[in-house]
Every structure is written in structure tokens, then in C-alpha cells.
């Protein structure tokens, strides 16, 4: 498996800690975990109880990018030691974007999220120029 395949395992891992995370810091708020109605229960969490489920969702949403990102590398034929960098730097600013949620940090958070896209955009770049 090429590094960058790794890189999408450790995005999806990283996903179910935040939600360990999450679990964890909405039973410290509101005293339990409603099991039955998460979502509802999500909806009234405030403070970082409520930015980490905030950033365990946006971290689902764009591990579809990234995932589409390398395969489309792969099946362009890009190299796995050329793709290997800008996915670590994808999965470097989902560590950083997650830290900024988690604590508050604007405007910094959007700054790693472009980044992440960026990481993103480069694997296309790649794909782009070995495929045509």
C-alpha cells in the first residue's frame, strides 16, 4: 500500500478519535451520551464540546476529497514517492485544522484548511500531468 493509501487509513482513525474526543467531552457537559438522538443532543453542546463534533464532521467531509484525490493520482499513474508529500501535508493540516477548531484559533483554522485543500489540489495537478 503507498504511503498516500496510509495517509487516507490515518484520516479515517483520526475521524473516530475526535469522536472518542467528542463522546467525551459531551458526556463532561451535559452528563450522559444520548445514544438514541446523537445529532439532536450535538445540536445543544456549546464550547469546545461542540467545536470538536463540529470538527469531527467537517473531517468526514473532506476525507471524501482527499480519498477521490489519491486515487485519482494512482490510477493517473503518479508515482507513490511523488504523491506521498502532499499527502502528508493533507494529513499534517487536518492535525493542525482539528487543534485550531478545537481551541478557538480563527483565523488560523482557515488558514490550514486551505491548506489541506491545497495538498488536495496538488495530487490533481499531478494526476493531471501523468495522465495527459
Not at 478545537?102 to 488560523?108: S, V
Not at 482557515?110 to 495522465?131: D, Q, R
Request: hydrophobic fraction near 55%; aromatic fraction near 14%; include cysteine.
Amino acid at each position: 500500500m503507498t504511503p498516500a493509501f496510509w495517509c487516507i487509513v490515518i484520516a479515517i482513525f483520526m475521524n473516530y478519535l475526535l469522536a472518542g474526543l467528542g463522546g467525551w467531552l459531551t458526556t463532561q457537559q451535559t452528563g450522559r451520551l444520548d445514544i438514541r438522538y446523537p445529532r439532536l443532543q450535538a445540536q445543544s453542546l456549546t464550547g469546545m464540546a461542540a467545536r470538536v463534533n463540529a470538527a469531527q464532521a467537517n473531517s468526514w467531509e473532506i476525507l471524501t476529497v482527499f480519498a477521490c484525490t489519491v486515487f485519482i493520482a494512482h490510477l493517473a499513474g503518479v508515482p507513490a514517492s511523488q504523491s506521498a508529500l502532499p499527502a502528508y501535508l493533507f494529513i499534517a493540516s487536518r492535525i493542525l485544522y482539528c487543534a485550531c477548531y478545537t481551541f478557538n484559533l480563527i483565523p488560523w483554522r482557515t488558514v490550514v484548511f486551505v491548506v489541506g485543500i491545497f495538498a488536495c489540489l496538488w495530487l490533481i495537478k499531478m494526476a493531471a500531468s501523468y495522465s495527459g
